[in-house]
């Protein structure tokens, strides 16, 4: 089993960015799929991006295609993610997630491994 601490998150005002980490340990990530899931209250959890396990693949929502960019470091064992031009609507909890395979996916269920979480606030 593989523990994934994230960090980067933080209050933000509309229009800025974040970068957030994600940092594993316990086990390689150099093989496998990496994807990012944010929540916001009342709602489910929805996908944000996901790398293969490469790097050279990505994948991302409609909502924040153009404005996130996930990239990972397999030496160091971590991912990220850039957000730029943050909106409001981007406030929730922000969750990384490693898979078994080193294909993506969008959905959470087809994700083993989960962090504990990082508050992003985008303030109007």
């Known amino acids: 089993q593989v523990q994934l601490v994230e960090s980067g998150g933080g209050l933000v005002q509309a229009g800025g960015s974040l970068r957030l980490s994600c940092a594993a340990s316990?086990?390689?990530?150099?093989?496998?799929?990496m994807g990012w899931f944010r929540q916001s209250p009342g709602k489910e959890r929805e996908f944000v991006a996901a790398?293969?396990?490469?790097?050279?693949?990505?994948r991302y929502a409609d909502s924040v295609k153009g404005r996130f960019t996930a990239s990972r470091d397999n030496a160091k064992n971590t991912v990220f993610l850039q957000m730029n031009s943050l909106k409001p609507e981007d406030t929730a909890v922000y969750y990384c997630?490693?898979?078994?395979?080193?294909?993506?996916?969008?959905?959470?269920?087809?994700?083993?491994?989960w962090g504990q979480g990082t508050q992003v606030t985008v303030s109007s």
């Open positions: 316990g086990r390689t990530l150099s093989s496998v799929a």
């Open positions: 997630a490693a898979r078994r395979y080193p294909s993506i996916s969008g959905f959470p269920y087809e994700y083993a491994d």
């Open positions: 790398i293969t396990w490469s790097g050279f693949t990505t």
